[in-house]
C-alpha cells in the first residue's frame, strides 16, 4: 500500500470501477457507500482478493457526523489520506422544474452539493500542508448536467453539478499552495444504475445517437481519467474539469 484514497459511494457504478483501479495502483482504498452493504462489501472482496487492501464505511455523506465518523475510521485503519474521490451523488425521476417540490430539492443538494463540501473540509484537515499534512489530490465527479442543463428531466441535479465545478475552481485555488490538487470530472452517459434511479433504464440507448462516438460510456473510462487526476502523472493539473463525454 503506498497511499490511501477514499472514494465515496464506492459499492456501484463509476466508483465500484474507481475503487478496484486506483487498488490495483497500489493505494488502500477505503469503499463509502450508503446503503448497499453487499455491494460495497463486494467490492472490497473482490480488491483482497487480487492482494490489494480495502475496507468498507457506511455513511451518509449528506450528514456531517457521519462524514466526521467517516474520516475518522479511516485514520484508525490507515493512519493516513492522500486522495478524495468525491463520487456519491443521487438523482431523482425525472420531472419538469414546476414539479419539484422543496423535500426533492434539498435531498438532491445535500448529497451532491453539501456532501461534497463536507468531504473537502475533512480531506483539506488532514492533507494541507498549513494544517501539517503531506499534501494530495481531491477529484470530484461533476456532471455533463453541468453544461447541458437536463432539461424536462433533473434541472435541479443539472445545478447541483454545477456548483461541484464552482467548488473543483474555487478550493484548486484555495488550497493549490498547500499541496492539493482539486480536479473535477464531467461523466457524459455512462452505463450504470443511475439512469434506472431516475426512472429510465433504456437513457443511454436511447440517447446514443446524439453522442459523436455514438455510444454511452463505461464506468471503467471515467475511472481511468480519474485515478490519472490522482496521480504524479497529473502534477501540473490543478482546477481542470476534464469532460469525459465521447464529445457530447
Ligand atoms: P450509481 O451507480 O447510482 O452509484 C451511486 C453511488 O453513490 C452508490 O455507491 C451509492 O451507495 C452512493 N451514494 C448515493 N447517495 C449517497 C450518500 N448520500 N452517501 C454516500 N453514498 C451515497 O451512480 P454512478 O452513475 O456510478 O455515478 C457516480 C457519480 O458520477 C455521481 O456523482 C453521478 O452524479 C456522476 N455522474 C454519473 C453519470 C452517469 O451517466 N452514470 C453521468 C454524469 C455524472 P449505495 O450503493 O449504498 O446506494
Same mark, same amino acid.
Given at each position: 500500500m503506498d497511499k490511501v484514497v477514499l472514494i465515496t459511494g464506492g459499492s456501484r457504478g463509476i466508483g465500484a470501477a474507481t475503487a478496484r483501479l486506483s487498488a490495483a495502483r497500489g493505494y488502500g482504498v477505503c469503499v463509502n457507500y450508503l446503503g448497499n452493504r453487499d455491494a460495497a462489501?463486494? &467490492? &472490497?472482496?473482490?480488491?483482497? #482478493? #487480487? /492482494?490489494?487492501?480495502?475496507?468498507?464505511v457506511q455513511a451518509d455523506v449528506s450528514l456531517d457526523a457521519d462524514v466526521t465518523r467517516l474520516f475518522e475510521r479511516i485514520d484508525t485503519r490507515f493512519g *493516513?489520506?492522500?486522495?478524495?474521490? %468525491? %463520487?456519491?451523488?443521487? @438523482?431523482? +425521476?425525472?420531472?419538469?422544474?414546476?414539479?419539484?417540490? $422543496? $423535500? *426533492?430539492?434539498?435531498? &438532491?443538494? #445535500? !448529497? %451532491?452539493? !453539501?456532501g461534497s463540501f463536507l468531504c473537502c473540509r475533512e480531506a483539506v484537515r488532514r492533507m494541507s500542508t498549513a494544517h501539517g499534512? *503531506? /499534501?494530495?489530490?481531491?477529484? %470530484? @465527479? +461533476? +456532471? #455533463?448536467? +453541468? *453544461?447541458?442543463?437536463s432539461a424536462g428531466e433533473y434541472v435541479d441535479y443539472a445545478a447541483a453539478k454545477a456548483a461541484i465545478d464552482t467548488l473543483t475552481i474555487g478550493l484548486a485555488r484555495e488550497v493549490g499552495g498547500e499541496g492539493i490538487r482539486v480536479n473535477a470530472v464531467r461523466p457524459g452517459l455512462i452505463h450504470t444504475d443511475i439512469h434506472a434511479i431516475g426512472g429510465e433504464p433504456g437513457r443511454v440507448q436511447r440517447l446514443a445517437e446524439s453522442i459523436p462516438m455514438k455510444r454511452g460510456g463505461d464506468a471503467g473510462e471515467v475511472a481511468a481519467t480519474i485515478v490519472w487526476l490522482l496521480s504524479s502523472e497529473a502534477s501540473y493539473v490543478n482546477g481542470a474539469i476534464v469532460d469525459v463525454t465521447g464529445g457530447r
Open positions: 462489501e463486494g &467490492v &472490497v472482496q473482490e480488491i483482497m #482478493a #487480487a /492482494g490489494g487492501e480495502a475496507f468498507a *493516513r489520506l492522500d486522495a478524495l474521490v %468525491n %463520487n456519491a451523488g443521487m @438523482l431523482e +425521476s425525472q420531472m419538469r422544474v414546476e414539479q419539484m417540490d $422543496g $423535500g *426533492r430539492l434539498s435531498r &438532491v443538494f #445535500a !448529497t %451532491n452539493v !453539501t499534512g *503531506r /499534501g494530495g489530490a481531491i477529484v %470530484n @465527479l +461533476s +456532471s #455533463a448536467a +453541468s *453544461r447541458l442543463g
